[in-house]
């Protein structure tokens, strides 16, 4: 599970700003004990804040971090596809990432600090026993193994200034390394437009869990459809095989009717109906291997019924017993009365145009209770991140004021 994620001088985001997903209030059923830690973590975190203010970049600065674990040993020869802060009074120096998870009650803490020309610092430290252990620490080019670990020692030879070690280490298959990278790599990252898709296409997730007829899976998928209480009774998913061996598949979704049960093709769904079933696939994976989904703009994507028991699904330790975790950014107040108060981050942009990031459980120290309406209150302009709307300008453009 994530512990923490931290970033600087990436899109909008100046100064670090830090994500945290431990519990403040750990009495509740929603946050996962860690023994080993001695600390809870939370299933699901909501960025909030007005339009243009980061919080799309601070989620995604995570997703950023995962593509280039991913991608940095194949795609980055001509450079680094990095974003930095672009209204530095000066010249910016690099961007940081830190992120901290917990993987079978082991405490890891992996950093990068690069820019666009070469990767300056790297490490991926363990906690076994409380105690700070180097798994592998680099300075430019030059590589430090923790001892023990000679089964990377193939990394230096793939080592340039521009790939990330943890990018090749990860390909080794040492436990350790290969676990954290798996950890890293198993989340999903969805949005608006990510979801945005032609009205004929259907998501590849299908072939896994609904092309057989009887399964756990697809018993789970149809039970997520018919949670939007859209009328949907089944999936028929038919498939061709033309005369040069290429496949095409065809899916129809069942509706309940007045005269029976009536199949209506994909590409005639509502977008919002293709919206959630798009969603099944990445949501129930992500639940069924307890890993991360970070979802932007939730709110622009479904209706507020369909992402309160989104979170529910997360909140659950039924429905997630291994403790999967969501992330997402909205504008949607109501959902606020689905999540706790450690559950809830602020952004707002600053004088400099850079995003500052604030946790609600710590604005103005004690006053933010328990029990606090938070809906009412983040409407009433109690934690600030609401947009500073000054029509004045607008009136004078339309000739309405002098």
């Known amino acids: 599970m994530l512990i923490r994620f931290e970033v600087s001088n990436f899109r909008s985001i100046h100064h670090p700003v830090e994500l945290s997903m431990v519990a403040?209030?750990?009495?509740?059923?929603?946050?996962?004990?860690?023994?080993?830690?001695?600390?809870?973590?939370?299933?699901?975190?909501?960025?909030?804040?007005?339009?243009?203010?980061?919080?799309?970049?601070?989620?995604?600065?995570?997703?950023?971090?995962?593509?280039?674990?991913?991608?940095?040993?194949?795609?980055?020869?001509?450079?680094?596809?990095?974003?930095?802060?672009?209204?530095?009074?000066?010249?910016?120096?690099?961007?940081?990432?830190?992120?901290?998870?917990?993987?079978?009650?082991?405490?890891?803490?992996?950093?990068?600090?690069?820019?666009?020309?070469?990767?300056?610092?790297?490490?991926?430290?363990?906690?076994?026993?409380?105690?700070?252990?180097?798994?592998?620490?680099?300075?430019?080019?030059?590589?430090?193994?923790?001892?023990?670990?000679?089964?990377?020692?193939?990394?230096?030879?793939?080592?340039?200034?521009?790939?990330?070690?943890?990018?090749?280490?990860?390909?080794?298959?040492?436990?350790l390394v290969s676990g954290f990278s798996r950890e890293l790599l198993g989340g999903e990252t969805l949005g608006n437009q990510s979801l945005i898709r032609r009205p004929s296409h259907y998501p590849n997730w299908t072939r896994h869990w609904l092309d057989l007829p009887i399964t756990a899976e697809r018993a789970e998928a149809l039970a997520m459809l018919r949670m939007a209480d859209l009328g949907i009774d089944d999936v028929m998913i038919d498939q061709h095989v033309g005369d040069d061996g290429s496949e095409s598949r065809k899916v129809s979704l069942v509706h309940r009717t007045a005269k029976g049960r009536v199949p209506l093709d994909f590409a005639?769904?509502?977008?919002?109906?293709?919206?959630?079933?798009?969603?099944?696939?990445?949501?129930?994976?992500?639940?069924?291997?307890?890993?991360?989904?970070?979802?932007?703009?939730?709110?622009?994507?479904?209706?507020?019924?369909l992402s309160s028991q989104l979170i529910r699904l997360f909140h659950d330790p039924t429905t997630n017993p291994l403790g999967a975790q969501l992330i997402f950014s909205s504008h949607d107040t109501s959902l606020l009365n689905h999540l706790n108060r450690d559950e809830v981050w602020l952004t707002e942009k600053l004088e400099d145009g850079a995003t500052r990031l604030g946790a609600l459980a710590e604005f103005a120290g004690e006053r933010v209770r328990k029990s606090q309406n938070l809906e009412k209150a983040y409407l009433h302009g109690r934690f600030g991140a609401l947009p500073d709307v000054d029509r004045t300008e607008m009136l004078r453009a339309l000739g309405l004021i002098g």
Request: no cysteine.
């Open 268 to 305: 005639d769904e509502s977008e919002g109906t293709r919206t959630w079933f798009t969603m099944i696939g990445p949501i129930l994976t992500t639940l069924r291997t307890g890993t991360l989904v970070i979802f932007d703009e939730l709110d622009a994507s479904l209706h507020p019924t």
């Open 24 to 175: 403040v209030d750990d009495d509740r059923r929603e946050a996962r004990h860690v023994p080993n830690l001695n600390l809870s973590l939370l299933p699901v975190a909501a960025v909030y804040g007005p339009n243009a203010s980061g919080k799309s970049n601070v989620l995604a600065a995570m997703g950023w971090l995962r593509d280039a674990v991913r991608d940095s040993l194949r795609f980055w020869d001509d450079g680094i596809p990095l974003q930095p802060f672009a209204f530095a009074e000066s010249e910016a120096t690099t961007s940081e990432f830190t992120i901290e998870s917990a993987i079978d009650g082991v405490r890891f803490e992996y950093i990068v600090e690069l820019d666009a020309k070469a990767v300056q610092y790297e490490a991926l430290f363990h906690y076994p026993e409380k105690k700070r252990r180097r798994l592998f620490e680099r300075e430019g080019t030059a590589l430090t193994l923790q001892r023990g670990l000679g089964s990377l020692s193939g990394t230096r030879e793939l080592l340039t200034e521009r790939t990330l070690a943890l990018s090749i280490a990860r390909r080794f298959e040492e436990p």
